[in-house]
């Protein structure tokens, strides 16, 4: 049983993961803005989940600096830990997602936040990959969904990129995420097919296996507007493929009881719905609108129940305590 840690020294042991709070809750916010245009509805809505993901983030990255001064040795300890590592591009990426949600609200903000996310990006990208590279602790048994972290940050660039007419630089990021997914993937289907199963508390992790194609069908069609093209309909169509063989699953995943990796359940569905009401506008198919209209519902429920369960657990002084 996890006992309450004083509240002086909770600050560090604030996690890096919880910046995947903010890309859950980004990311929502693209879908719920993307699905007001669809019903040609205004965008109070969205304007008002953009103010408090912008303000989660703001309360989130001035904690995580202050541990970052006060207790830097545990900022170091999560670096240098197997599985944590691979959140640190969280950082990157929320302000990546930031920048989408700032195209519609403002373009001088959406570029500076663009400008801090896309080399932060890059920088994690190297020095976790070196590390992977030079490494002396890395089992097989570390691999998981995680890993994508470094690489869905890459895939993301070119949707700020190409609107703000950075078009190059956002072919350079999606090249790098596109091929390291399909390496990455590769790693972890050997791992889940042939070695011991993950940890039950890291099970939530899996629905990040929707990231890479659903966002990089987003950041394709970026590339390519207009109609869908042949490998826009592959990218969809595995990212609606992992979907279901993970809804499948879903008596797994009701089993294990709450913890902060229940958040990354979140991002990888609003991508799939940002990517199914795309399908929808290019293709006018009531199929597609069927399956934006049950994941936007679906994470609905899923934000306001990991945003209850969240408050919860920190009024209660279980989150923010040593591993």
């Given at each position: 049983?996890?006992?309450?840690?004083?509240?002086q020294?909770?600050l560090?042991?604030?996690?890096?993961?919880?910046f995947?709070m903010?890309?859950?809750?980004?990311?929502?916010t693209?879908?719920?803005h993307k699905?007001?245009?669809?019903l040609?509805?205004?965008?109070s809505?969205?304007f008002a989940?953009?103010?408090?993901?912008?303000?989660v983030f703001?309360?989130?990255?001035?904690?995580?600096?202050?541990k970052?001064?006060?207790f830097?040795?545990?900022?170091v300890?999560e670096?240098?830990?197997?599985?944590?590592?691979?959140?640190?591009?969280?950082?990157?990426?929320?302000?990546?997602?930031?920048?989408?949600?700032?195209?519609?609200l403002?373009?001088t903000?959406?570029l500076?936040l663009?400008s801090?996310?896309?080399?932060?990006?890059l920088l994690?990208?190297?020095v976790?990959?070196?590390?992977?590279m030079?490494?002396?602790?890395f089992e097989?048994?570390?691999?998981n969904p995680a890993?994508?972290?470094?690489?869905?940050g890459n895939?993301?660039v070119p949707?700020?990129g190409v609107?703000?007419g950075?078009?190059?630089?956002?072919?350079f990021?999606?090249s790098?995420?596109l091929?390291f997914?399909?390496?990455?993937?590769t790693?972890?289907?050997?791992r889940?097919?042939?070695?011991s199963p993950?940890?039950?508390?890291?099970?939530?992790?899996?629905f990040?296996?929707?990231?890479?194609p659903?966002?990089g069908?987003?950041s394709?069609?970026?590339?390519?507007?207009?109609?869908?093209?042949?490998?826009?309909?592959?990218?969809y169509?595995?990212?609606?493929?992992?979907t279901?063989?993970?809804?499948f699953q879903g008596?797994?995943?009701?089993?294990?009881?709450?913890?902060?990796?229940?958040?990354?359940?979140t991002?990888?569905?609003?991508?799939?719905?940002?990517?199914?009401?795309?399908m929808?506008?290019?293709?006018?198919?009531a199929?597609y609108?069927?399956?934006?209209?049950?994941?936007?519902?679906?994470?609905?429920?899923?934000?306001?129940y990991l945003?209850?369960?969240?408050?919860?657990a920190?009024r209660a002084g279980?989150?923010?305590v040593?591993?």
């Amino acid at each position: 049983m996890t006992h309450p840690v004083p509240s002086q020294s909770r600050l560090a042991y604030l996690p890096i993961s919880m910046f995947g709070m903010v890309m859950g809750l980004a990311g929502f916010t693209i879908a719920l803005h993307k699905g007001e245009s669809a019903l040609g509805i205004g965008h109070s809505l969205s304007f008002a989940a953009s103010v408090f993901v912008f303000t989660v983030f703001g309360i989130l990255a001035g904690a995580y600096f202050a541990k970052a001064l006060r207790f830097p040795q545990e900022v170091v300890h999560e670096f240098n830990h197997v599985i944590r590592l691979s959140f640190f591009p969280a950082i990157s990426i929320s302000l990546i997602l930031l920048s989408i949600i700032a195209l519609n609200l403002n373009q001088t903000l959406a570029l500076v936040l663009w400008s801090l996310g896309t080399p932060l990006q890059l920088l994690f990208t190297l020095v976790i990959l070196s590390n992977w590279m030079h490494h002396e602790k890395f089992e097989i048994h570390h691999s998981n969904p995680a890993w994508f972290i470094p690489i869905v940050g890459n895939i993301l660039v070119p949707i700020t990129g190409v609107a703000l007419g950075f078009e190059q630089i956002s072919w350079f990021y999606f090249s790098i995420g596109l091929v390291f997914w399909i390496i990455l993937f590769t790693i972890l289907m050997n791992r889940y097919f042939f070695h011991s199963p993950m940890p039950g508390k890291l099970l939530p992790t899996l629905f990040i296996l929707i990231a890479p194609p659903a966002v990089g069908f987003i950041s394709w069609h970026a590339l390519h507007p207009g109609s869908i093209d042949n490998l826009g309909h592959v990218l969809y169509d595995i990212a609606l493929f992992i979907t279901l063989l993970l809804f499948f699953q879903g008596k797994r995943f009701l089993q294990v009881p709450f913890g902060l990796p229940f958040w990354a359940y979140t991002f990888p569905i609003a991508a799939m719905t940002i990517a199914s009401l795309i399908m929808f506008e290019a293709t006018q198919s009531a199929f597609y609108a069927l399956v934006a209209a049950g994941l936007f519902g679906f994470l609905t429920v899923l934000i306001s129940y990991l945003l209850i369960k969240t408050l919860r657990a920190v009024r209660a002084g279980t989150i923010c305590v040593p591993e």
